[in-house]
């Protein structure tokens, strides 16, 4: 008898951003220089691939319960760029080529065409800190810094953000998202989702807005004595203040987390410790501190983007009668008379420890749309919804 078992290891599967590596490749000198020469090119470029991460495969063969093959492969399929040779020399019968090289992961879904527009919710950030954004007055940095991600995520014109940065979910930011439940669902999320026909909840909290140095210290005590000339306004300019927040995305049907990761940066605080400078205004940018948030928060953005990207498009059901179905998606979503969808049912099922999931079941059947309103749109079927017991919040579903 033959087993055939395969194991799969993905070493790296979160985006990162690109990096810049130096390897040296080698390859023996067996036959021709030119030949030799670019075999060290490729294991070079084989290794600077591999530092952006790597999937492992494993195949096994055994016939008798002997192992009859046993192989083990590596791949990377991340992108590079600017390869640069730093240098190539020859020596115990190896020819080695040293490179530079910008290395970029692959997209988690980059085969996706789905292209349609995701209604996204982005509630207001939490201050963990409040007393941190008396420098500079930056208190408006709850509202005002998710109204950029807001305003960015429309421009790009994959996702349509809706406004909803006066909306808290976290009582306490500082315990951000330990309002969850024990299955990392947060369920303020599912009625804000409800409430504003979105798909997806973005949120966040600002951890630290703190000089450097002071970070922690909510008293005031034991700082620097920079912080007391502060204080005096008598400050001392071009010190580094710290930026440190924490960004949730949530699927807006059950409150699972579908991502999360604390982003941090620092620049140079050269304004006068009594100058009012809110958050995102011409003069917040403007400063050194300013230009390094600004690109922290186009990281987030980047990463928000793909990872909903990978997403599929999905919408809820508000009326079902007969062979037609109003569906909770605005025009803005980038649907079309003629589109079609999938149906699923939803429903609830508990696992081993009576704990809640979401489920979508396939109803196997497809959607037509035939009109589309400014805040709904009308599909019609071949059956009718009393037929498939399709009803009021079940969902379709674009992959």
Request: net charge negative; charged share 20%; hydrophobic share 40%.
């Amino acid at each position: 008898m033959r087993i055939l078992s395969v194991m799969f290891i993905a070493l790296c599967s979160l985006p990162v951003a690109a990096l810049t590596v130096e390897v040296t490749g080698e390859a023996p000198l067996t036959g021709a220089v030119s030949y030799a020469r670019e075999q060290a090119l490729q294991d070079a470029m084989r290794q600077a691939s591999l530092r952006a991460g790597a999937q492992v495969s494993s195949t096994q063969l055994m016939s008798d319960g002997v192992v009859k093959q046993d192989d083990v492969q590596v791949r990377s399929h991340a992108q590079l760029k600017n390869i640069e040779v730093l240098w190539e020399d020859q020596s115990g019968g190896l020819y080695q080529v040293a490179i530079r090289a910008d290395v970029s992961p692959q997209a988690m879904c980059p085969a996706s065409t789905q292209r349609y527009r995701k209604a996204v919710a982005v509630a207001g950030f939490g201050l963990a800190r409040p007393q941190q954004a008396t420098l500079g007055q930056l208190q408006n940095i709850e509202q005002d810094l998710p109204r950029v991600l807001v305003n960015t995520l429309n421009n790009r014109g994959a996702i349509h953000a809706l406004d909803a940065t006066r909306t808290s979910l976290y009582q306490d930011p500082r315990r951000a998202p330990s309002m969850e439940t024990a299955q990392q669902r947060l369920t303020t999320s599912v009625a804000l989702a409800t409430q504003l026909g979105a798909q997806y909840v973005v949120s966040g909290v600002v951890r630290d807005l703190a000089m450097m140095g002071e970070a922690g210290n909510d008293s005031g005590r034991n700082r620097g004595s920079d912080s007391w000339l502060d204080l005096l306004g008598l400050e001392s300019n071009n010190r580094d203040r710290q930026f440190v927040m924490d960004v949730f995305v949530h699927d807006g049907l059950s409150g699972a987390m579908l991502f999360q990761r604390s982003y941090s940066a620092h620049g140079a605080w050269d304004r006068p410790a009594r100058e009012r400078v809110p958050f995102a205004s011409p003069h917040f940018w403007q400063t050194p501190y300013g230009t390094e948030v600004r690109e922290l928060l186009s990281g987030v953005v980047d990463d928000v983007d793909e990872v909903l990207r990978c997403q599929p498009f999905m919408a809820r059901i508000v009326k079902a009668k007969g062979n037609r179905l109003h569906i909770e998606a605005s025009a803005g979503a980038g649907i079309r008379p003629g589109d079609k969808f999938q149906v699923y049912r939803t429903g609830t099922f508990y696992n081993l420890d009576l704990e809640p999931r979401t489920e979508l079941s396939d109803m196997a059947t497809e959607i037509v749309i035939k009109q589309v309103q400014p805040q709904f749109v009308v599909a019609e079927m071949k059956l009718t919804a009393e037929h498939l017991a399709i009803q009021r919040d079940d969902m379709v579903i674009a992959w």
